[in-house]
């Protein structure tokens, strides 16, 4: 049996809409939601209430019919957008938050900046071309859609930005140097955010993930992996929900007076 499915029934996604949902009448916009995190944030938002804005390169069509089949949802063309489109490029932001505008109208609650790649390699092998795409998914996207939703949010005087940082942005890793440059960036971009739009009640934090095993990890020398479990304090890695249920906090007011803060689910791994 594998981690994931040895875990605990509240590590479970609901597979229905929250009796008392904690995003209710809020729009989000999700990166990278065609898969991994992102797909566990979409499904948990919706649970809970939340129309989403499903953004990544290849489209999201294993998300929306997860979407789909959860109980409450009678149409999930309702209460979903699938938009394919390259974060990283300005003149793509315009033509997503039109479709975003169009679809949902002018409101935007939450946005949550997921999208991610690795380029892994010594840095002496690195090229310059390897270091710029990772760059420009993890955090130049990041950049490009904060400012895009902050005037949304302005005008709201309200809204919650959510970075998709890593452990490996607060203690590097080598072979991922351009990986941890980009996710440090993020915690320090998450801080500055938080200091100019605090004021308006624009709150902005990050999360850092640490060893979450997935479909990946099942496929990896399974020694391995219970090596890097053991040197959990939990003992375990941690699932996408466990992300995702993170994510669900900071986007809800349960987290009101949190901001510019980077929450670890790491099993402990950094304290």
Not at 19 to 32: F, M, N, S, W
Not at 182 to 196: C, D, H, M, N, P
Request: aromatic share 4%.
């Amino acid at each position: 049996m594998s981690a994931i499915a040895s875990l605990p029934e509240h590590h479970q996604p609901l597979g229905r809409l929250s009796k008392e949902p904690r995003l209710a009448k809020r729009v989000a916009i999700i990166t990278g939601a065609s898969q991994g995190f992102g797909q566990a944030i979409a499904i948990r938002f919706v649970e809970e209430g939340c129309k989403v804005v499903l953004v990544s390169r290849r489209g999201c069509d294993a998300t929306m019919k997860i979407l789909s089949t959860i109980e409450g949802v009678a149409n999930v063309d309702d209460i979903a957008l699938d938009v394919k489109c390259d974060i990283g490029k300005e003149d793509m932001i315009k033509i997503l938050y039109a479709k975003v505008e169009e679809k949902f109208g002018p409101a935007l609650h939450v946005l949550v900046n997921n999208a991610g790649i690795t380029r892994d390699t010594l840095l002496m092998r690195m090229s310059e071309q390897q270091w710029d795409e990772v760059m420009n998914t993890n955090l130049k996207s990041a950049f490009n859609l904060t400012k895009a939703v902050q005037r949304t949010m302005l005008k709201a005087r309200s809204g919650s930005i959510i970075n998709m940082s890593s452990v490996v942005g607060i203690k590097g890793n080598a072979g991922q140097a351009n990986y941890a440059a980009s996710k440090a960036g993020l915690i320090g971009f998450t801080k500055s955010v938080a200091q100019e739009l605090g004021s308006r009640n624009i709150r902005c934090n990050a999360i850092a993930p640490g060893f979450i095993e997935t479909e990946m990890t099942e496929a990896l020398d399974q020694k391995v992996v219970q090596e890097w479990r053991n040197g959990i304090p939990l003992k375990r890695g941690g699932a996408p929900i466990d992300v995702a249920n993170a994510t669900v906090f900071l986007a809800s007011d349960m987290s009101a007076y949190v901001t510019g803060q980077t929450i670890h689910v790491c099993g402990g791994m950094l304290m």
